[in-house]
């Protein structure tokens, strides 16, 4: 609910900082103190239309601020967490618009688009008025109320994302019919580049390791030449390296004497010729053993280049072929009888529209039995209202031959007929502004238990009504305070003094400057601006008096 409002050099307001609390508000005070400067101020923190008029003369901006508790607002919550602009229980929006008309907006300190302000705000506040923020003008609000009233809000989100999933599919099929020649010639192309790669059968790795067999067999006769010469060197000619050894060991082991430091070298000579003997035996056999395999180089040849050539054909990396080949058939097979066929299309856009007409036929049925309910009770509170000639109707226009919507298989209208015999015809072409704030009042008070906006403004309900009409205005208004939270602009005795709170709107001049001032009145105040609005400027006791009684009637009273 709304908690405080604080507007800066808006109007002639230089400066309000208002506390709100849940219950009825009522604001009062001499037509032209500045009443609307609340309810304009308000329509702006929820993205209304601004100008530079806005702005208090002399001023280099408005500012316009309002803080809202949304602990029990689970639609506002959701919206803050999805956006990550959540801040505990907490939610300020706020409003800067500068002389020359531009303006920013704030969500929780982070500037945002004015458009969040909107969607945010739908969530927060609901603004009746005979302005631009009706909001039971639009035919969303029209189906909003009706589902909650009926209680199938859960039902009407399962039949939207039904909705969701068949129109989804639906666009696949009509892109895939639309385009069955391209998918036919993609067809033959894939079909025809899959065989291609299925006969080359490129395993992942291969090329790798055909490259190196290739390598090794190309230098096959420099391999079998370069190990036969080692071998001769090792062991098998004159002064090779093992006869140069053994003459070298030969030498220390005819010294005259023996020597002890010697010792280890002599050591280290024999392991030498022993090592270098292993090597030669080794060499000797690797020469004998070595197959150069000219067929098997042609072999490696053929397939390498018919890998390189199908790379060069695709103008891919020859490594990146079985991951092409891979890719080409998943999309034949998607294609080709798979998941994006047109056949296997239709039948899946076939059980999906099965799935939201069952969903969409249970939130119609829902519907017409709470349609039915809502307009009975909507004409009782109307009655009350002194409207009993007025013919409520929520209309059901079905969709033109079933057409699935996401909101179902209907279009949602609220229809009035002021005078009987008269055709019921929209809200908007019918109703005169006090009309329809008296029958937003009737609606929501119908819908209250169910509704979920947690703050409702109404401006000015009480246009044209008076006596017992206007009495039963302030107790219906009370009842859905004791709901939620009111906001009212009224003129009438009998609604200000049912009221929780009641705010004092006034207009002072200074220093040849007009200033707005708002208040928050105590009992004795209330009393006395109860009486200002029945007996006008001159206050008698009596008026005193009946105000008094009125002000005690109206809140002694339990509805």
């Excluded at 033959?188 to 080359?200: P, S």
């Excluded at 279009?411 to 008269?422: K, M, R, T």
């Excluded at 009992?523 to 006395?528: K, T």
């Amino acid at each position: 609910m709304l908690t405080q409002l604080t507007v800066s050099n808006y109007a002639i307001a230089e400066r309000v900082e208002l506390q709100f609390s849940k219950g009825m508000t009522a604001l009062t005070g001499e037509t032209g103190a500045g009443k609307s400067i609340v309810l304009d101020a308000l329509g702006l923190a929820m993205g209304g239309r601004a100008d530079a008029g806005a702005v208090r003369h002399g001023a280099k901006r408005a500012d316009i601020t309002a803080t809202f508790d949304v602990s029990r607002i689970a639609e506002a919550r959701q919206w803050l967490e999805k956006h990550e602009l959540d801040d505990d229980n907490q939610c300020i929006l706020r409003r800067v618009i500068s002389k020359d008309g531009r303006s920013r907006a704030y969500i929780n300190g982070q500037p945002c688009p004015l458009a969040h302000l909107k969607d945010l705000g739908s969530a927060l506040m609901d603004i009746h008025s005979q302005h631009q923020h009706q909001s039971l003008l639009r035919r969303e609000t029209h189906r909003k109320l009706l589902d909650e009233f009926a209680g199938v809000e859960a039902l009407g989100g399962q039949a939207r994302e039904a909705w969701k999933t068949w129109h989804k599919t639906r666009q696949r099929l009509t892109e895939r019919q639309q385009n069955a020649d391209e998918t036919e010639a993609r067809l033959q192309l894939l079909r025809y580049q899959v065989e291609e790669l299925d006969r080359l059968a490129l395993e992942q790795g291969e090329q790798a390791q055909l490259e190196k067999e290739q390598e090794q067999l190309s230098h096959a006769d420099a391999v079998l030449h370069n190990s036969h010469q080692a071998t001769l060197l090792c062991t098998e000619e004159d002064n090779s390296a093992a006869d140069l050894l053994r003459q070298a060991l030969q030498q220390l082991e005819q010294l005259p004497v023996e020597v002890p430091e010697l010792a280890e070298t002599i050591q280290m000579l024999h392991e030498a010729q022993i090592q270098i003997t292993e090597a030669g035996d080794n060499l000797r056999h690797f020469v004998e053993d070595y197959d150069a395999d000219p067929a098997r180089l042609a072999e490696v040849e053929e397939r390498l280049s018919a890998i390189y050539q199908m790379a060069r054909k695709h103008r891919i990396a020859p490594e990146t072929l079985p991951d092409f080949h891979q890719a080409l058939s998943a999309e034949l097979a998607s294609l080709d009888d798979g998941e994006g066929s047109v056949e296997r299309l239709q039948v899946e856009l076939d059980e999906q529209r099965a799935v939201f007409n069952e969903l969409a036929s249970e939130l119609s049925e829902a519907r017409q039995q709470a349609a039915a309910n809502l307009d009975q009770r909507i004409a009782e509170e109307l009655a009350q209202l002194s409207m009993p000639a007025v013919q409520f109707v929520t209309h059901l226009n079905r969709n033109k031959e079933d057409e699935p919507a996401p909101h179902g298989l209907e279009d949602i209208e609220f229809l009035v007929s002021a005078n009987p015999g008269q055709p019921a015809r929209p809200l908007a072409k019918v109703a005169s502004g006090g009309e329809l704030s008296r029958i937003s009042l009737a609606i929501q008070v119908v819908v209250a238990q169910t509704s979920t906006t947690p703050t409702l403004v109404f401006d000015e309900v009480d246009v044209g009504i008076g006596g017992g009409t206007a009495e039963v205005v302030g107790r219906l208004l009370r009842s859905l305070g004791d709901n939620g939270q009111v906001l009212c602009v009224t003129h009438l005795a009998q609604v200000a003094a049912q009221c929780h709170q009641h705010l004092f709107v006034s207009k002072f001049t200074e220093a040849e400057a007009t200033y707005s001032r708002i208040e928050s009145l105590d009992d004795d105040g209330r009393v006395s601006e109860v009486a200002r609005m029945l007996g006008g400027v001159d206050m008698t006791e009596h008026t005193i008096a009946h105000a008094h009684e009125m002000f005690t009637k109206g809140q002694a009273t339990h509805h």
